[in-house]
């Protein structure tokens, strides 16, 4: 158990709509990143937060978008969905925000299927 | 844009032998490279990882080499175990989180 908790863990919905991806950091991490996983990708990194403001972006979707609340959670917001954006989001969290002194905890990711 | 890339979707090998896991990158301004493990239904956990101003770092039963001429970096499982069986994932970062990841490499250690 990293101590990173995502919500839902499986979430199945039609194209043109919208979806919120919940993440929990681990107690104590300021920083949670969003990657996302395609079918026989490599983890795409989309975002990342650091202590409520956004710290980085990767290729992520003008369609996209994320924040991080006062007591760290982060969501991910996904909107007129497509059928591409199938995919598995993992949300990671660390306790710095841009030193590579360390590693990514990561959660069990969220498994969203666009029909 | 793949900076990062794992050439071998898979590999097989058995118990107790050596399994190497190859990664190429092509941004030469990577200057920290780590190791992920992943089992199904899990998130990726970190598993060791090497610093560009090094160019071996072990632990255990892994080491990870790193090539920066040729930007090539391995890990090394010696021996393998079946607990071993796993996606690998190499990923790359230039000074922060901001990690760049491989499609990963599945290995499955025979009995």
């Known amino acids: 158990d990293s101590g990173v908790t995502q919500t839902p863990k499986h979430l199945i919905t039609a194209t043109g709509q919208r979806v919120t991806l919940r993440c929990s950091p681990r107690?104590?991490?300021?920083?949670v990143y969003w990657y996302q996983q395609s079918l026989d990708q490599g983890l795409q990194f989309l975002i990342q937060y650091y202590n409520g403001e956004e710290r980085a972006k990767g290729n992520i979707l003008e369609r996209f978008s994320a924040q991080q609340f006062p007591d760290l959670h982060s969501e991910l917001n996904l909107s007129s969905l497509e059928l591409g954006d199938s995919a598995l989001y993992f949300c990671?969290?660390?306790?710095?925000?841009?030193?590579?002194?360390?590693?990514?905890?990561f959660g069990e990711g969220s498994r969203l299927t666009v029909l | 844009d793949q900076q990062v890339k794992q050439n071998s979707p898979s590999l097989s090998v058995q118990e107790g032998r050596i399994s190497i896991l190859n990664c190429d990158y092509t941004n030469s301004m990577f200057d920290y490279f780590l190791w992920y493990k992943k089992y199904p239904a899990e998130g990726p956990t970190f598993l060791i990882s090497i610093s560009s101003i090094k160019d071996k770092n072990e632990d255990g039963r892994f080491t990870v080499f790193l090539n920066k001429s040729a930007k090539h970096l391995s890990l090394h499982i010696v021996p393998s175990q079946p607990g071993d069986s796993a996606v690998y994932f190499c990923a790359a970062s230039v000074g922060d989180y901001k990690l760049s990841f491989g499609a990963g490499t599945t290995v499955t250690v025979r009995a």
């Open positions: 107690s104590g991490d300021l920083s």
């Open positions: 990671a969290s660390s306790v710095a925000g841009g030193e590579a002194t360390g590693e990514l905890f």
